[in-house]
């Protein structure tokens, strides 16, 4: 069952690289490296916007074949004010909007 979970994690972290690279590419932005998943996309990632955000959104939910991601998974509330997430809290928000316990 671990090992289960660690694939499915391992997943959601390539389609979400996917997602904002290609996204970014698509723009005509530079696609970041992926090596420090503590940065933040909306805020660390040149270019990468709220209509990115959607974009991305949209082609997770058929990478991962989920029926709806619609709760903003690139910011989250922080004592009642909007945060935006590292990317190691994006892919932990999937997991959880994907029902999968860590």
Same mark, same amino acid.
């Given at each position: 069952?671990?090992?289960? +979970?660690?694939?499915?994690?391992? $997943?959601?972290?390539?389609? *979400?690289?996917?997602? @904002?690279?290609?996204?970014? =590419? /698509? $723009?005509? /932005?530079?696609?970041?490296?992926?090596?420090?998943? !503590?940065? /933040?996309? &909306? +805020?660390? %990632?040149?270019? %990468?916007? $709220?209509?990115?955000? @959607?974009?991305?959104?949209?082609?997770?939910?058929? @990478?991962?074949?989920?029926?709806? *991601? $619609?709760?903003? #998974? %690139?910011?989250?509330? *922080?004592?009642? /004010?909007? =945060?935006?997430?590292? %990317?190691?809290? &994006?892919?932990?928000?999937?997991?959880? *909007?994907? !029902? #999968?316990?860590?």
């Amino acid at each position: 069952m671990a090992k289960m +979970v660690t694939d499915l994690k391992q $997943s959601v972290i390539e389609a *979400l690289k996917h997602g @904002i690279g290609e996204t970014l =590419r /698509r $723009s005509g /932005r530079e696609i970041p490296e992926f090596n420090n998943y !503590d940065l /933040r996309p &909306i +805020v660390d %990632f040149a270019g %990468f916007d $709220s209509q990115c955000g @959607i974009e991305v959104t949209v082609e997770l939910e058929a @990478i991962l074949k989920i029926d709806d *991601l $619609s709760d903003n #998974i %690139f910011i989250k509330e *922080l004592k009642g /004010r909007p =945060r935006a997430r590292t %990317f190691t809290e &994006i892919v932990d928000a999937i997991l959880a *909007l994907m !029902d #999968i316990q860590q």
